[in-house]
């Protein structure tokens, strides 16, 4: 387990959309987003894919999928990679006018 805090970290964010922030979004829509490198959520330069959900669930299923196909392709190519974590959020940290996820 110690190992893992040397190899570089692949987190999924997920959080329920602020639709007071983002009012063309679908009330209780739940984003996910995959990261590389342990950045903070806000940081979408280490964004690796996102996407949105219908609910937590399914939003905590895509993020994870997505996560463990990035893990696998950082091993195919000798990069080691830590398992996946998936952090839920309390608050958006998109800003109103960086939304691209199209309304589901």
Known sequence: MGQDLLLP???VYVHE????????MTPG???WA???GGRP?????????????LDRGSAITAGD???AAVCVA????GIP???PTVVELTTDPIPPGRDYIRKI
């Open 9 to 11: 970290q692949v987190t």
């Open 17 to 24: 959309v602020d639709c007071v922030a983002h009012p063309a």
């Open 29 to 31: 829509t739940w984003r």
């Open 34 to 36: 995959v990261h590389v």
């Open 41 to 53: 959520p806000h940081d979408l330069a280490h964004c690796v894919q996102a996407g949105g959900g």
């Open 65 to 67: 999928q997505v996560a």
């Open 74 to 77: 950082m091993r195919i190519f």
């Open 81 to 83: 990679a830590a398992p």
